[in-house]
């Protein structure tokens, strides 16, 4: 179902990484964005697939995938 104040939702449903299938967050950057700031976590979109997979969001393991830790 299209949220009516997301103008980009389709494109963002195309572009969101996420492998949980349960996620009603999918394509409303927004709101999945603010679900994962409350648990100090990142959106899936910011890992990559291998990463991803894990389900760990933790900002510690984006630093070291990233190579910065």
Do not use: I, W
């Not at 999945?32 to 990142?42: A, G, P």
């Not at 890992?47 to 389900?55: A, D, K, L, S």
Request: charged content about 35%; overall charge positive.
């Amino acid at each position: 179902m299209k949220p009516k104040n997301c103008e980009t939702f389709d494109r963002n449903l195309q572009r969101c990484t996420c492998t949980y299938e349960p996620c009603s967050r999918k394509g409303r950057c927004c709101l999945c964005l603010e679900y994962h700031r409350n648990n100090d976590e990142l959106p899936a979109c910011f890992f990559p697939p291998e990463v991803e997979r894990t389900y760990d969001r933790s900002a510690a393991r984006y630093l070291a995938c990233r190579g910065k830790r």
